[in-house]
């Protein structure tokens, strides 16, 4: 159940786990490619672990295969998810072009629907990248209606989920700057925080899908 002290719990009883594998996921995140397709795998591997009353940390080499796989997919789908973006840039790059609209009114048309885009893409993607830890099929990547209506159908739990984040990051942050002089303690502060926001969507998604 999602909860300020579940992620909490989670860690320290696999204090250990948790310790080596923050340590390995840093180390690996310095491989360009390789590290963060293995990375965004190993989360979504958290997740659908989560989802599926699975407890325990994962081995960061113990499946490697399917969670570059997964990575990949993710990857895929992040590419894809920013057509909207990308279609919107082009078509105000040529409208400046076309038009005598200057380059201050042409951010200014820009702005409305760009933050709309944001908060939308902000709200949905979590829960679509859970509903594919779930699935494990690319297709669940596009349920957007079902992942709106679990948002909105509770959306206090949602803000829940959004906020107990928030408070982790801070805490870790918080720590992470007053220990920098160590150097190893921020990058397992970013290796923890993704740990913490993997598990946290999880619940999330536990608590929100009763199907």
Do not use: Q
Not at 2 to 20: M, P, V, W
Not at 83 to 92: R, T
Not at 118 to 145: C, D, H, Q, R, V
Not at 199 to 208: F, M, P, S
């Amino acid at each position: 159940m999602l909860s300020i002290d579940s992620a909490y719990k989670y860690l320290a009883k696999n204090g250990s786990e948790t310790l080596i594998f923050c340590l390995l996921l840093a180390l690996v995140g310095f491989i360009p490619v390789f590290g963060g397709l293995l990375i965004t795998g190993l989360l979504i591997r958290i997740i659908s672990n989560t989802i599926n009353k699975k407890e325990g940390i994962p081995k960061v080499f113990g499946n490697m295969e399917e969670d570059l796989m997964n990575g990949l997919k993710l990857s895929v789908f992040h590419i894809i998810a920013m057509i909207p973006f990308a279609i919107l840039m082009i078509w105000s790059f040529f409208s400046a072009r076309n038009t005598d609209l200057g380059i201050f009114s042409m951010i200014a048309a820009l702005m409305l629907p760009i933050t709309i885009l944001t908060i939308t893409y902000w709200i949905i993607i979590p829960p679509l990248i859970a509903n594919f830890a779930k699935k494990k099929k690319f297709s669940a990547f596009f349920e957007m209606g079902k992942m709106f209506k679990a948002v909105f159908s509770n959306f206090g739990l949602y803000l829940k989920y959004v906020g107990i984040c928030v408070l982790y990051s801070i805490a870790v942050f918080a720590i992470s700057v007053a220990l920098s002089f160590t150097v190893i303690i921020p990058l397992l502060g970013t290796s923890l925080m993704l740990l913490v926001s993997a598990r946290l969507l999880g619940e999330w998604h536990v608590d929100a899908i009763k199907k």
